[in-house]
């Protein structure tokens, strides 16, 4: 945390507590326009930000940023914004901020932090398999984009982990719609979901079933040849897998 120390302009700090304030059908708090010293305004903020007063934290940060637009300070204060905002779970608020820092400074220090906000603001947004998983692959993309640009960052490490875990969900979306048709007898669309998670999301928990529901389709639509060649592969792949054991008895029944 970021706070100017042993200020002069904190005598002024009490002059925050009469500052009008309102608030929107949005929730958001809104300042009246006063003029205050930069290191007032961001300590506040700063302090709120402690105290878990995230939209009031926000404002002020912005607040900074408004009065004070030239200075090194209302360059952090974007940002701070932007953590603030993804403390407090506004996650589509924090994504805005983040990557207006990271159009305004490309070259900052602090723009791989900035660029992660991003990421997990979308990873924290995922929902079921059952559901639309627009959210994951905007995830995906952001953490890709994050990787591909600061590889050696602190943040890359977590990225990784994350990007595991989103691939995960989107084979088990491509599992779940390719069961669906299994079960309504269309095995060749059954097919080309679970191809996508053989080709794409091979190195997922889902690999081992998606290459035995292969040896299950194939079989039901007579083409015996391509069935084989997926069980040689769940064979080699994963010789140990219970999805292997099942493909080998339908193979030979």
């Known amino acids: 945390m970021f706070r100017f120390q042993n200020q002069a302009g904190l005598a002024c700090l009490c002059s925050i507590l009469l500052m009008t304030a309102c608030q929107g059908n949005n929730n958001r708090v809104e300042l009246a326009y006063v003029e205050r010293p930069v290191e007032v305004l961001y ?4 302090r709120e930000l402690d105290k878990r007063d995230y939209d009031q934290a926000i404002a002020l940060f912005n607040e900074v940023e408004r009065q004070h637009p030239y200075s090194e300070w209302a360059r952090r204060a974007v940002l701070m914004s932007a953590f603030a905002a993804y403390q407090g779970r506004m996650y589509n608020d924090s994504i805005d901020a983040a990557r207006r820092y990271i159009s305004l400074n490309p070259g900052s220090e602090d723009a791989a932090y900035a660029y992660y906000l991003v990421a997990v603001s979308f990873f924290e947004q995922i929902t079921d398999v059952g559901r639309d998983q627009r959210t994951t692959e905007l995830a995906k993309a952001a953490l890709d984009e994050l990787i591909r640009r600061f590889p050696s960052s602190e943040y890359a490490k977590d990225s990784r982990l994350k990007l595991d875990m989103v691939n995960d969900q989107l084979a088990g979306k491509e599992m779940t719609v390719g069961r669906w048709y299994l079960r309504q007898n269309k095995h060749l669309a059954a097919i080309n979901r679970f191809r996508t998670v053989v080709s ?7 690999a081992p079933e998606a290459l035995y529901r292969l040896v299950e389709a194939y079989l039901s639509v007579g083409l015996e040849g391509e069935a084989l060649a997926a069980a040689a592969v769940l064979g080699h792949n994963h010789p140990e897998s219970e999805w292997y054991s099942d493909a080998y008895r339908i193979m030979t029944r």
């Open 43 to 46: 300590n506040s903020a700063a």
């Open 200 to 206: 794409e999301y091979d190195t997922t928990t889902h």
